[in-house]
């Protein structure tokens, strides 16, 4: 799939969320933006800039040519700190992207101790300031490349301690997703219980049969799986909430919903 089928076409596309989100806490998102895909090489594609994504004519001409099966896209707001491209996602380490929305809280008070918990093998990697990256960072320290769930189990674990010891009431609130290129891990989880949005689309061989004369559902496979944070459109019943407390995990064209809390090592 093109990646302008994604990112332009849609009725509610991300380049419209970036300047017209309607779920998330800020209205617009200009504050940079990032794409990661896969192609033929064994690292993915990425492509960062900090102007707005709805004025960057170079995206519209690399969203015209580039084709892939999995795509991360993302548009910016940012929580504090610089705008500037190493604080774009989605993050790249080999052949793994993510991308977060959301908040650590009082990340400024809590950040040292956060990252004197990364690997220090990683630690020079970290190219940017936010927390988002801090977060990929300490789950790829807990083991991400070899059980996504557990590793995120226990680096937002750690992240609700450390800001706990610190009178954070509520440390964290995200929606995260990542991916190795062959499957894709998407979690919803806040300390408070009040997580920003997240969405999976329906199956699309069900969705072509009901809406046989919509374009955008020809231009999927029937494997087809998109996670997003706002619904691209608004067909009845393409779009599914995923809920609160919860990670779902796509690969091959199956999906899987399960609870997902935190772990705790104290």
Avoid at 2 to 27: C, F, H, M, W
Avoid at 68 to 85: C, I, L, N
Wanted: charged share 20%; hydrophobic share 35%.
């Amino acid at each position: 799939m093109r990646l302008e089928d994604l990112l332009y076409k849609p009725e509610n596309s991300l380049i419209v969320q970036s300047k017209r989100a309607q779920l998330g806490v800020e209205t617009t998102n200009g504050d940079g933006f990032g794409i990661g895909w896969y192609g033929d090489r064994e690292i993915p594609g990425v492509y960062h800039n900090i102007q707005p994504a709805w004025q960057d004519s170079n995206l519209l001409e690399l969203a015209a040519q580039v084709t892939s099966g999995r795509v991360f896209a993302h548009v910016r707001a940012t929580t504090g700190t610089p705008v500037q491209e190493t604080n774009c996602h989605p993050f790249r380490r080999g052949r793994w992207l993510w991308m977060h929305n959301g908040a650590i809280a009082g990340f400024s008070e809590i950040k040292r101790d956060l990252v004197l918990a990364v690997d220090p093998d990683l630690y020079p990697a970290i190219e940017g300031s936010t927390d988002s990256e801090v977060l990929f960072y300490l789950a790829l320290t807990m083991g991400l490349e070899h059980d996504p769930p557990a590793a995120m189990a226990q680096a937002i674990g750690f992240v609700e301690q450390v800001g706990q010891r610190h009178g954070i009431a509520y440390p964290i609130q995200l929606t995260v997703a990542t991916t190795d290129g062959d499957a894709t891990w998407a979690f919803r989880h806040s300390s408070e219980g009040r997580s920003r949005s997240l969405f999976h689309s329906a199956d699309i061989s069900t969705l072509r049969e009901q809406y046989p004369d919509s374009r955008e559902l020809q231009l999927l496979s029937d494997d087809a799986r998109l996670v997003v944070s706002e619904p691209l459109g608004s067909l009845r019943g393409a779009w599914r909430e995923v809920p609160e407390s919860t990670y779902l995990t796509t690969q091959g064209g199956v999906e899987e919903i399960r609870p997902f809390s935190p772990s705790t090592t104290e």
